[in-house]
């Protein structure tokens, strides 16, 4: 019999950021993020309030790739998956 095993799912981080209206040059921060799998080692930065630049790029330091990204007003809404 072979060593047939079913492959583990993609890892899915969503996250839903504003950036402030007034000042539109501030960074954006995070106001919600979901995480389907597992997101380490970068828990630390999808907490509501952290800036959404820090959770970006230590998501596509981490194997993430951002699948879809769409900005909503002073919203907007990004996707990353990492393939196991």
């Known amino acids: 019999m072979s060593n047939v095993s079913i492959p583990r799912p993609p890892d899915v981080v969503t996250i839903l950021w504003q950036r402030n209206p007034l000042h539109p040059h501030s960074p954006r921060t995070i106001v919600e993020a979901t995480v389907i799998g597992s997101a380490d080692p970068c828990n630390r930065f999808l907490r509501t309030g952290e800036i ?14 951002k699948v879809f990204e769409e900005r909503l007003g002073v919203f907007g809404l990004s996707v990353f998956v990492r393939e196991c």
């Open 52 to 65: 959404y630049a820090c959770a970006k790029e230590c998501l596509l330091e981490n194997d993430f790739t």
